[in-house]
């Protein structure tokens, strides 16, 4: 099994995201016993969610990304563009109160 490594990782902590993908990966562990959770899903979630947290999440996800790369591109701009979205939105709120 070939070990995929990103060349250049920049990692970015937050604790809140960092709370958010530890969180999804034991609901991925419990969901690996448990019948009703899908495991595979949440430790994928959670293993996106930390991959500019920690660096083998970041050499988990250069994995995913090697082996399924159109996925992944398109996970990622939905990333982007939800960001996006979520920006706009906080700007507009910050208009709506006088703050922006």
């Known amino acids: 099994m070939d070990q995929a490594r990103p ?5 970015n902590p937050r604790p809140k995201r ?3 993908g530890w969180f999804f990966i034991v609901l991925g562990v419990l969901g690996l016993v448990l ?5 595979f899903l ?4 959670g293993v996106f969610v930390l991959r500019d947290q920690h660096l083998w999440a ?3 996800w250069a994995w995913v990304e090697g ?5 992944v591109s398109r996970i990622e701009a939905l990333e982007a563009s939800t ?3 979520f920006a706009g939105w906080g700007a507009g709120l910050r ?6």
């Open 7 to 11: 060349p250049y990782v920049t990692l």
């Open 67 to 71: 082996r399924w790369p159109g996925m």
């Open 58 to 60: 970041a050499n988990r």
């Open 18 to 20: 960092k709370a958010l």
């Open 95 to 100: 208009r709506a109160i006088g703050r922006g």
């Open 42 to 45: 949440f430790l994928a979630l």
């Open 35 to 39: 019948p009703f959770l899908q495991g």
């Open 83 to 85: 960001a996006a979205r």
